[in-house]
T-cell receptor
């Protein structure tokens, strides 16, 4: 069975500091994708970053980087230089096979609060 | 390029009624997936459509159904609404051909309240 675990229900970070949001996953798929999404209070899910299971290097997108440790099955999101606008829910997700098809499963999310 | 659009954005219904939600994917995307988000259950996969065919489905009762049209637009229908169907319904689009490497882009969602 596929599973995503986010163990931090809430996190506080000071503006301009870096923060790491944890994500571990479980799958038996040989190939899969890992994603992070941001969900502001408006509800829309905003794609942040993607990491393929065969990618050798950690993904980076601007202030976002994904710390991918395949052997430990972890895919932590690092946000550098936090901004007030980063306050939101963050979801880790994995896309893999499901009885011949593909579906994306999500973790429970981490609510990030950025303090001024 | 226009993003994923969903209509309506907000909806209030009463128990027993049915509802139809609409999703227009990003131009060129042929896969549309639907998710239900509730405070208690989080984000749950409903189903995915690709080229007018349901390619995958989650564990939801038969009251939840969907379809996709030749222009890739998709509709989701919930019949005999229950209070527990109150949720944010999110639609996501993707090319549909890249499997696990495929990034899904989400619409703004439809907030459904069942009274």
């Amino acid at each position: 069975a596929q599973k995503i675990t986010q163990t931090q229900p809430g996190m506080f970070v000071q503006e301009k500091e870096a923060v790491t949001l944890d994500c571990t996953y479980d799958t038996s798929d040989p190939s899969y994708g890992l994603f992070w999404y941001k969900q502001p209070s408006s509800g829309e899910m905003i794609f942040l970053i993607y990491q393929g299971s065969y990618d050798q290097q950690n993904a980076t997108e601007g202030r976002y980087s994904l710390n991918f440790q395949k052997a430990r099955k972890s895919a932590n999101l690092v946000i550098s230089a936090s901004q007030l606008g980063d306050s939101a829910m963050y979801f880790c997700a994995m896309r893999g096979t499901n009885t011949g098809g593909f579906k994306t499963i999500f973790g429970a999310g981490t609510r990030l609060f950025v303090k001024a | 390029k226009a993003g994923v659009t969903q209509t309506p954005r907000y909806l209030i219904k009463t128990r027993g009624q049915q509802v139809t939600l609409s999703c227009s994917p990003i131009s060129g995307h042929r896969s549309v997936s639907w998710y239900q988000q509730t405070p208690g259950q989080g984000l749950q996969f409903l189903f995915e459509y690709f080229s007018e065919t349901q390619r995958n489905k989650g564990n939801f009762p038969g009251r939840f159904s969907g379809r996709q049209f030749s222009n890739s637009r998709s509709e989701m229908n919930v019949s005999t609404l229950e209070l527990g169907d109150s949720a944010l319904y999110l639609c996501a689009s993707s090319p549909g051909t890249l499997g696990g490497e495929e990034t899904q882009y989400f619409g703004p969602g439809t907030r459904l309240l069942v009274l």
